[in-house]
């Protein structure tokens, strides 16, 4: 049997196991009441923990590569939080960041939805996870408590705005850009000439002005003033044994202490249900196959390419 015939075959396996899969799944939607908040401990309505994850680089995503892959991104981030504040039985929420950070506008749009439920009183946990710097740390600071791990990367606080110079690569290859534009900065942060000093200024103003942005917020949500964070706010990493010394989180733990600590905070018993996203078996078949077969590495993985946005709240190591 050649190569084809067999990947072939499998891809039809995988359908039919999918169709099977997806059968099952809508069966039990059917069968539940709602399935808007699932319970990682056991079927229940009483009083408990919500769970929201921030996973990966923070942004407003695009149209899904995969159509049967769960939409990622900013949007699925606070379309749960819409959900846990609608719900009842929420009493208390633990956002898990695992992020470098990323877009202002859609870092800016969680940090307002966190403090609007911090607002109408909803406690508000976060647990960082291997990283939560940056952005990921601009959200974390919304909430009430932060706790981490002693190894957790964070802090990062600062803008940045990359765009490689490929000026010099082009001349070599003998490739000249042709630009007609309306305004003198519409090519702004163009990798095919040198950055003018003129616009060298406007960024820095822009970058500025997010920056000052950024440690407004933080201050708000941390309750403190903007002159205890500047000392640190220079853009270095950190671990979360040193955040805790720089007064940038509360406590150290994991995802079960900051479960813990939830409860607590909400005046809830121990054995209160944690309720978390759960994903469907047809969502979960195709996340597990995604990351088996991963995917071929685009050009700008191996070329440093402009970048989609200008200002992030990013670690960029």
Known sequence: MDRNRKILLSIL????LAVVLAIIDISLTMQSPSRRVRSISSSSIAPGVGVVRISGPIEFAGPADNPFMPRQGAESV???LDELMADSRIKA???RINSPGGTVAATQEIFQKLMKARKGNMVLV???GDVAASGGYYAASACGFIMANPGTLTGSIGVIAVSPNLKGLFEKLGIRMTVIKSG???DLLSSFRDLGEDERLLLQQMID???KRFLKDVSLGRNVPISDIEPVAD???MTGEAALGAKLIDGIGGFEEALEKARKMAKLPDDAPVYDDVRSPIEQLFMSVDGAIGRRPALHDMVPLPKHHLLEYRFLP
Do not use: E
């Open 13 to 16: 396996a995988l359908l039919v």
């Open 78 to 80: 606070l379309k749960r």
């Open 93 to 95: 929420i633990v956002v």
């Open 126 to 128: 976060a647990s960082m």
């Open 184 to 186: 003198r900065y519409k």
């Open 209 to 211: 002005s997010t920056y």
């Open 235 to 237: 853009g270095r990493v």
